[in-house]
């Protein structure tokens, strides 16, 4: 999700400066006729749009940081996240926003320049250049290769992990019809207007050329819509995975007829005894004579300190013995659980290698370094960041901690009924296998409330985006409506030409984010048909369709106030 919210963020912002550049670029173009040399020229972008830009990315981070807290207390109260969830902002992560929209910002002001003083200063004044045949071959080739690797990751077989597989090529995919964007869509835009030919074949004429020859405004217009759909639809498509079938699938693993699991209401003792939830869980287990063997897990949350990155993470405690009879522990990769002491811990995969380091801090802020000795897979129901031995942050406490517990008994009900018959016990609930199952299935459809949000988030700044492409867009072709008006040609006739021209561009991003979508599903289909689970009947096919109704008409609206703008402040001169 973080990957794909700094490469629209990237893509915007270079398109975006992109398009500034060129809306002003009579005035850098001057200079350039003038004698200007490239680099004068560029000084004078990063000049232009330097400060606005700093402020903006400034201001920006601000905002972003002050609305984590009420989104994340919005997240939790709709479902999307354990009562527990708390937001936490590390200044690591702040400065690094700041460098990475920095670099955005000069990276597409280099663009945009480069694009200005690659041409003689005459087509740079006239507008009228197109991009050069080196700098096209260059984008369709980079684009190439990464939609082909896309298409690698999509459907060639890999041990990457199915969620990461849909990321890494709907990146790949946005980032290749980013590159391509110039190049193909004034094309596929001048093809679009063909469709208006028999209601106004002069508009038609007129919004096909102006397509053709302002590669940059129909890719300006069109990145927005390119990245509203690739964005939402696949994440909506990737919540189809967690649904029932994969949970089921995912929970099959546990070997144990019994789950238990705490509230989560707190830590410490039970009502009326000193002894703490985990050891009261232990104790139980160990009395029953109905219990065979028995797992138990107390999992806490600590602040975890690699070195390159702080975060909150979730440490699943327990003792050896549970440590080494426990059978829902899946798939070690590397190194040996066996390795377990008071100075080492296991790292689920992805969150770290054999022989690195990693300090815990709980509720006292006491620092704990501990060496990682094994990599494990998953822990079904329970999902942890690391395993440790009980002793091994020695009496420091995480925060929000639960006891999970996986017993292993011939008679389940019987053991399930003395649970749920000791008073005292209240503090945890003890599932069957497949009532496990029922609850993990709504506390993930719960989860995906949460996503929706964000989801609808991106779908908002990404039409808030588009508003802007096509303003920006009917501004800088006002001098070419002028003279159209100049020669006669009818208010009406100079209307429907923008309408064309706009809403053609924004076509033609669906057209081609149809055929990727496309990829996608397909590929979605198989890495889940692989790992035995299904897709949901394609709802993101419905919503595909209401976001491009939803785009054509916006950027419609857009046309028609901006061009009502330009003709006020027309007559307010003259």
Not at 5 to 23: D, I, K, R, Y
Not at 121 to 140: F, L
Not at 360 to 368: E, L, N, S, V, W
Request: net charge positive; aromatic share 6%.
């Amino acid at each position: 999700m973080v990957s794909s919210c700094l490469l629209a963020s990237l893509v915007l912002t270079v398109s975006a400066v992109g398009f500034l550049v060129q809306e002003n670029r009579r005035q850098y173009a001057l200079l350039y006729l003038n004698g200007g040399t490239p680099r004068q020229v560029r000084l004078m972008v990063m000049a232009t749009l330097g400060a606005p830009g700093l402020a903006a990315i400034a201001l920006g981070t601000i905002a972003g940081c002050g609305l984590c807290f009420p989104l994340a207390r919005l997240l939790v109260r709709i479902g999307g996240a354990a009562p527990t969830f708390r937001m936490a902002i590390h200044p690591q992560g702040i400065l690094l926003t700041l460098l990475f929209m920095l670099l955005a910002l000069l990276l597409g002001i280099l663009l945009a320049t480069r694009r200005l003083t690659d041409v003689t200063p005459i087509e740079a004044v006239a507008g009228m250049s197109a991009p050069s045949h080196t700098i096209g071959r260059m984008r369709i080739a980079a684009a190439i290769v990464l939609g082909a690797g896309g298409l690698a990751v999509g459907f060639v077989p890999s041990g990457m992990q199915a969620e990461a597989r849909i990321i890494v090529q709907t990146m790949l995919y946005v980032a290749a019809t980013a590159l391509a964007a110039p190049i193909i869509m004034p094309h596929i835009a001048a093809f679009v207007t063909a469709l208006s030919a028999p209601f106004n074949r002069a508009a038609y004429l007129v919004a096909r050329q102006r397509s053709l020859r302002g590669g940059q405004r129909a890719a300006s217009v069109a990145l927005p819509v390119i990245i509203l759909l690739l964005v939402v639809c696949p994440f909506l498509s990737m919540m189809d995975v967690g649904t029932a079938e994969s949970v089921a699938t995912d929970m099959a693993r546990i070997p144990s007829p019994l789950v238990l699991r705490s509230t989560g209401t707190g830590a410490g003792s039970t009502d009326g005894s000193p002894e703490s939830h985990y050891a009261a869980a232990m104790a139980f287990a160990r009395n029953s004579s109905n219990v065979e063997s028995a797992s138990i897990f107390d999992a806490e949350r600590y602040a975890a300190d690699t070195g390159r990155t702080v975060r909150t993470a979730l440490v699943a405690k327990c003792d050896r013995d549970t440590l080494l009879t426990s059978l829902v522990i899946h798939a070690v990769t590397d190194g040996s659980l066996n390795d377990l002491d008071d100075d080492a811990v296991a790292v689920a995969s992805g969150y770290g290698q054999v022989g690195d380091t990693v300090t815990f801090r709980g509720t006292d802020d006491a620092p704990h370094t501990l060496r990682i000795v094994a990599v494990f897979g998953s822990l079904p129901g329970l999902q942890p960041d690391y395993i440790a031995l009980t002793d091994a942050l020695g009496t420091s406490r995480g925060s929000n901690a639960y006891v999970m517990g996986y017993l292993d008994t011939g008679s389940p009900l019987a053991v399930q009924s003395a649970w749920n018959a000791d008073s005292s016990l209240s503090w945890a609930h003890m599932y069957t296998k497949q009532e496990f199952i029922d609850y993990y299935v709504a506390y993930r459809r719960q989860g995906r409330t949460g996503v929706s949000t964000f989801i609808a988030g991106a779908a908002f700044i990404a039409l808030i985006a588009l508003i802007q492409a096509v303003g920006t867009a009917v501004r800088e072709a006002a001098p070419g409506d002028r003279l159209l008006a100049q020669i006669c040609a009818p208010r009406r006739l100079v209307t429907a030409i923008g309408l064309i021209e706009y809403t053609a561009d924004v076509i033609a991003a669906a057209l081609t984010s149809a055929l990727v979508f496309t990829l996608i599903w397909i590929s979605m289909t198989l890495i889940t048909r692989a790992d035995g689970l299904g897709l949901l009947p394609p709802v993101p096919a419905r919503v595909f369709l209401i976001l491009i109704l939803a785009c054509v008409a916006i950027s419609a609206m857009e046309c028609l106030a901006a061009m009502g703008r330009n003709r006020r402040t027309c007559e307010n001169r003259s």
